[in-house]
């Protein structure tokens, strides 16, 4: 059966796939690919929605599916939980970046993004960007595409009006502000460690030497020690960070809790 025979013969499953992809690409490719067009979005979402949907006729939930207009509602809202898993996890390097160029004091850095009205750190636009890359080096985009059409093998459509299955998407839901943070928290601890550092030993030598810095001096070592920390971990930003985010996506469309893996955390 082709992809319009099913579309023909399953409306409701149909739109259960349209509206889940179209709103999980809508809020997750904003952390993957940040400033995609409308454009872009709709026909990722098309596209995902047309490969998911032989695969959701087949592992659909409970019959009847019953009115079209609950379970449209229901997958819109499965979708935005899958679409704010990728996000979150992702904006987690955007959060570090903000608290390093807080503690370092770049306020210097801001610019003005005229797609987005606001201004934003730039810092914290750099530390997403060398994120993105290792998210994309992990293969994240893929487990991102693959987590979308594999998600209605996890959450069958129509499974999230019944509310028994959906209470994965709830345990998701709660649980994404706490890993973000911890995520964000353990990627910026070391540069803000060495930030915190210098300003003591800083501190410590004026009181010791008799010497007044020019104005702006000491702001402008402190930025050269945060950028110096995140150089020398670069590898943590574009790999490890990217590694931990796939697998934090993965467990996310499979509806599995989202923990952050033992041991050291990403920024160590």
Same mark, same amino acid.
């Given at each position: ?15 259960? %796939?349209?509206?889940?992809?179209? =709103?999980?690409?809508?809020? $997750? ?5 940040? $400033? ?82 606001? /201004? ?18 992990? $293969?994240?985009?893929?487990?991102? %595409? ?26 998701? =839901? ?40 020019? /104005?702006?001096?000491? /702001? ?9 920390? %995140? ?12 590694? =931990?985010?796939?697998? /934090? ?20």
């Amino acid at each position: 059966m082709t992809v319009l025979e099913t579309l023909l013969a399953e409306p409701v499953i149909a739109a259960g %796939v349209v509206a889940r992809t179209g =709103v999980a690409v809508a809020v $997750g490719l904003v952390g993957v690919f940040p $400033g995609t067009t409308l454009r872009v979005r709709a026909a990722m979402a098309i596209l995902l929605a047309g490969a998911a949907l032989p695969l959701a006729v087949v592992h659909c939930g409970p019959r009847p599916l019953g009115a079209w207009p609950l379970v449209v509602a229901g997958e819109a809202l499965v979708g935005l939980g899958f679409g704010l898993a990728v996000a979150v996890v992702l904006a987690a390097a955007s959060w570090a970046g903000g608290i390093l160029g807080s503690v370092a004091g770049l306020s210097w850095a801001d610019d003005f993004d005229p797609a987005g009205d606001a /201004q934003a750190a730039g810092m914290a636009t750099l530390c997403r960007w060398l994120a993105v890359g290792g998210f994309v080096a992990a $293969g994240g985009h893929l487990a991102v %595409v693959a987590g979308f059409i594999d998600g209605v093998r996890s959450l069958p459509i129509g499974a999230a009006v019944d509310g028994g299955p959906a209470a994965g998407i709830a345990r998701l =839901v709660t649980t994404l502000p706490g890993v973000g943070l911890a995520l964000a928290v353990s990627l910026a601890l070391p540069a803000v460690t060495a930030v915190l550092v210098f300003h003591v030993a800083a501190a410590v030598c004026l009181r010791t030497i008799r010497f007044v810095p020019g /104005q702006g001096m000491l /702001q402008t070592l402190a930025a050269l020690v945060l950028l110096g920390a %995140v150089a020398v971990g670069a590898d943590t930003w574009g790999g490890t960070f990217g590694i =931990v985010a796939r697998a /934090q996506v993965e467990r996310a469309t499979a509806l599995e809790p989202l923990t952050l893996p033992e041991g050291d955390p990403p920024g160590r």
